[in-house]
């Protein structure tokens, strides 16, 4: 039986892009809607979907495959952890530029 969820390392490496989109779309126009307060609720939504992902992997590396965690020293293993905490930063990144957009003008 396959399973359904298997680790996907393009998604990761899409959701990095995503990230890097956002903010360079803010350094370059400023603005993305022309309204702050939609801009960060943009990128407050967006950073914690980023975020969803790295931390349904870890939840599921930690309950269904326990047995990975033994293996820590593979490197494919660590890679793949790497990159699960680098999208997860990235998501981090967006959120703050999202609540910085967000509380900007009542700061």
Known sequence: ????????AKVLYV?????VAYAGLLLQLRTLTGIPMLDGSIGVALGLYICSHPAANAIKMWFF???AL??????SLV???VLNLLV?????LVVFVGLTRLMGKAA
Do not use: F
């Open 1 to 8: 039986m396959q399973r359904r969820h298997e680790r996907n």
């Open 15 to 19: 959701l990095i892009l995503l990230a």
């Open 65 to 67: 495959e326990r047995d």
């Open 70 to 75: 033994r293996q820590i020293s593979e490197w």
């Open 79 to 81: 890679r793949w952890l």
């Open 88 to 92: 997860l930063l990235a998501g981090w």
